[in-house]
Structure formats: C-alpha cells, structure tokens
C-alpha cells in the first residue's frame, strides 16, 4: 500500500505526520445543465449553463510516524483546516505538475485505536486545475507569441506598468486602457482591475472586457508609446 502527500494552504500534509492513502476514488467535475422535459418530444431538452460544477473529494488519510508526537499534531492540522472555507491552493505529490483549488468542507473527524490514527477529509474542488508552468509572471511583449497548453481558456492577471493609453490584444480578444497613471492590474478570473497596489479600482480607464486566452498558439499586440513594461501570469489549466 502505497501513501501521497499534499500541500493545502501553505502547508504540507508531512509536516502534520498526515499521508493519504493510496486507496481512495478520484471524483471529477461534471456540466451544469437543466433537463426539460417536453409534451410529445421524445428525451430531454438539455439547456447547457456553460459552466462546470465544483465537486467533493475526500481523502483517506493516515498518521505516520511517532503515536505520541501525531497526537500533538493533531490540533494544529485541525486548526489549518478549520480556519476557514476560503479556496486555497493545494497540491499533490502524485500530481506534481498541477495546482488544485481546494476549499475544506468536511468535518474534522480522527479515528484513533491503540496503534493507529486515520480520518477521511473532505475538499470541495474547483474544477481545473492549473498548469504549475503558468504560475508565474512572465514579461509579454508585442509580437510575441504565447502557447496554451491547456485544455481550456485561461483567464490571466495582466500588470500593466506605465502611463497613458494602451490596447492589449491576445489572440482575438481585447482590451483598451486609457489614462494609465503608474500601472494597472487587470484579474481575469476574480473580474477585478486595480492600480498596481490593488488599492484602488481601475474601471473607469478600462473599455472592453477582461482578456481570456484560447487554446493553442496566441499573437500578443500591445500598443502606447509610454508603457514600460507588461507582465503575464497565465493560468493554463485543463478540467479536473
């Protein structure tokens, strides 16, 4: 029987004497769509929500290591898991390549003998997963050309550092900026556009919506004669 280990909030599972099992049954997310039934048509109508679901997944886990010092360890592991019910990156060391978003929903229940501790931890799951090779910033220029190796669109963060207009163009999709004032921080997945502090919202300098980037190979076109630098975080994922 072999055992993983996971990284959840900042925190390794090992550090806590906590492994998962390795026999357990990997969950997956599914389509969000309603079924309407129609009088006279045979089946279902399914009307597509373009969107996929969160999903459960629950670990087995067992404590490895010294009885008396896993017991200690136990409160803290509680306490990490407990502190909230915010989405949190986690990892896997049999997944090394990807980056979950996890979010603790579960109880935390340990079932302890004379020997031996185990529980089962429940994750709520995002339904991607990112890509660990577009999770840091990488300076974009025009001309260049960005690969999404991904399965599907990825919604970056663009930082924008200069003054002025500007236009960003990303394989079809663009956007314009106008009265830049030291730089701009445009999120794609939480929708938000600040100044390069994030202490102020940039929506009025923003027309056109938030970039997301297809599949495959992507012309990157910049325009603005005083903007200095533009830097990319990409966030290629595939579904889970």
């Not at 900042?10 to 990997?26: P, R, T």
């Not at 577009?134 to 970056?156: E, F, H, S």
């Not at 939480?190 to 297809?214: E, H, P, V, W």
Request: hydrophobic letters at 35%; glycine letters at 8%; a neutral charge.
């Amino acid at each position: 029987m072999g055992y993983s280990q996971f990284k959840f909030n900042g925190h390794k599972s090992s550090d806590f004497n906590m492994y998962i099992n390795s026999d357990y049954e990997l969950a997956s997310t599914t389509p969000d769509y309603q079924a309407v039934e129609i009088p006279g048509r045979d089946g279902d109508l399914l009307i597509p929500n373009n969107r996929f679901k969160s999903f459960k997944q629950d670990f087995p886990i067992t404590y490895i290591g010294s009885y008396d010092d896993s017991i200690k360890k136990i409160e803290a592991a509680k306490q990490l898991m407990l502190q909230d019910t915010n989405w949190h990156d986690m990892s896997f060391s049999f997944d090394p390549d990807y980056i979950y978003r996890a979010s603790f929903v579960g109880e935390f229940r340990v079932k302890k003998s004379a020997t031996y501790m185990t529980q089962t931890l429940s994750f709520n799951m995002m339904p991607y997963k990112y890509l660990t090779t577009g999770q840091t910033y990488q300076t974009i220029t025009d001309g260049d050309v960005l690969n999404n190796l991904g399965t599907i669109l990825a919604k970056p963060i663009i930082k924008i550092t200069g003054k002025g207009d500007c236009t960003i163009k990303i394989g079809n999709r663009s956007v314009s900026l106008k009265g830049i004032d030291g730089g701009i921080v445009m999120d794609s997945d939480s929708q938000l556009c600040t100044n390069l502090a994030g202490t102020r919202t940039q929506f009025d300098k923003m027309y056109g919506d938030f970039i997301d980037i297809a599949m495959g190979k992507q012309t990157v076109k910049i325009t603005g004669d005083n903007i200095t630098k533009t830097e990319l975080l990409p966030r290629w994922a595939v579904r889970c």
